[in-house]
């Protein structure tokens, strides 16, 4: 990479995939250096690294995340790193970024059980990355901090007080990409972020997070990352019935119905396919466009839940990668939604970028999400 200068790096470990940045900090703010990520973890890896002199790709061999992360850290070998931002996904009643001690440490590995499936490979990156770069400051930043606002009727679920009280109620997540859309609009159109605002963070993960005034007032994932419209290889929103009948109809264990719930299910379940959206597009089989409109229609659902919420709406943003690159995908879940005052300008869903909205009252847009800007934003706060 270079000269040895001071840097801000970021750690954004997925459940397939590792995101990955170089910022400096200057008079202007935060200016990102590098950016880049691991893909498909596990699979068919490659690494991709955009920095000032273009854009570089390669298959890797990265059959786990720790492989995959010690790639990362080869790419920032020799730089002088003042601290490392890492995304953690759950960081219970956090309301905003916290200093990596022992302490808190301990604390962040006591939530693995909430989401058994991400907090091990986020807190496993924190041990490399502490490794690596010891006289760093290091930070994580949460995705669950970003709904902790939501009141108490949109966090709790229909069981006794005591399970609410013990930690079981909806968390929300996918914090980082909501606080990055959020941002981009009170830059960019605050009189809109004033106002009512749905998400649309539709990828391999998905959510919807309704905002009010730029606050998050309920999110479409609950106590863990399987709520809400279908995903990749989740099943979304589920009827508790179901799981009860698998494990005590169909003699499946917990770890098999997990599997299923977690891994075989989703586009990939209903497609017999692929989990990826690109995949299942270019198919157009019956079962890939059967499971692009199930996928469609639970987005659907979600936005009406969220808007009612809402009281009304003034925006919708379509975000992840999904949300940023099917126009397909964008205009099916609106074809339907003129109820709510929107209208799509078809011209401008192809271009993908920006408000791709008709003359319908409510904005909408296709917008980048960039975790970890928010992610580097909440290191600088809290570097020694």
């Known amino acids: 990479m270079g000269a040895a200068v001071s840097a801000i790096l970021t750690l954004n470990a997925g459940s397939s995939s590792l995101k990955f940045a170089r910022f400096e900090a200057g008079a202007g703010g935060l200016r990102a250096r590098v950016r880049g990520e691991i893909e498909r973890i596990g699979g ?36 002088e790193v003042a601290a490392v931002g890492h995304r953690v996904v759950h960081g219970g009643d956090r309301r905003g970024p916290a200093r990596l001690t022992d302490a808190v440490m301990d604390e962040l590995a006591a939530l693995t059980p909430f989401v058994p499936l991400h907090q091990p490979h986020n807190l496993a990156a924190v041990e490399a990355a502490r490794a690596a770069f010891p006289t760093a400051s290091h930070v994580a930043s949460f995705d669950t901090s970003f709904h902790r606002a939501q009141p108490f009727a949109n966090e709790a679920y229909g069981l006794p007080r005591a399970a609410y009280d013990r930690g079981i109620k909806r968390y929300g997540f996918h914090g980082l990409s909501h606080t990055s859309i959020t941002r981009q609009l009170q830059r960019d159109a605050p009189e809109i972020a004033a106002g009512r605002v749905v998400i649309a963070h539709l990828g391999s993960g998905a959510s919807l997070c309704a ?20 995903m990749g290889t989740r099943c979304g929103s589920l009827d508790p019935g179901v799981v009860l009948y698998l494990l005590a109809q169909e003699g ?3 770890d098999e119905v997990s599997k299923m719930l977690h891994h075989r299910s ?11 959206m690109r995949v299942l597009e270019a198919a157009d089989t019956a079962a890939a ?36 690159n099917s126009a397909r995908v964008r205009a099916a879940v609106c074809a339907s939604l003129g109820f709510l005052g929107i209208d799509l300008d078809a011209a401008a869903n192809a271009s993908g970028s920006g408000r791709i909205s008709g003359r319908g009252p409510v904005a909408v847009f296709a917008l980048k ?11 600088l706060a809290l570097m020694a």
């Open 44 to 79: 068919a890896a490659r690494l991709v690294v955009h920095e000032a002199g273009g854009r570089t790709e390669a298959a890797i061999d990265a059959p786990g995340h720790d492989a995959a992360l010690q790639r990362v850290l080869e790419v920032f070998a020799g730089d």
């Open 266 to 276: 989703g586009l990939l379940g209903l497609s017999g396919l692929s989990n990826d």
């Open 211 to 230: 905002v009010d005034g730029g606050r998050s007032v309920a999110c479409t994932m609950g106590f863990s990352a399987l709520d809400g419209p279908l």
């Open 252 to 254: 499946m264990t917990v």
């Open 369 to 379: 999400t960039d975790e970890e800007t928010v992610i580097a934003e909440g290191a």
């Open 289 to 324: 466009r059967a499971a692009i409109d199930a996928f469609v229609a639970s987005v659907r659902r979600e936005v009406g839940a969220m808007a009612a919420l809402l009281g009304g709406l003034d925006a919708l943003v379509f975000t992840g990668g999904i949300g940023e």
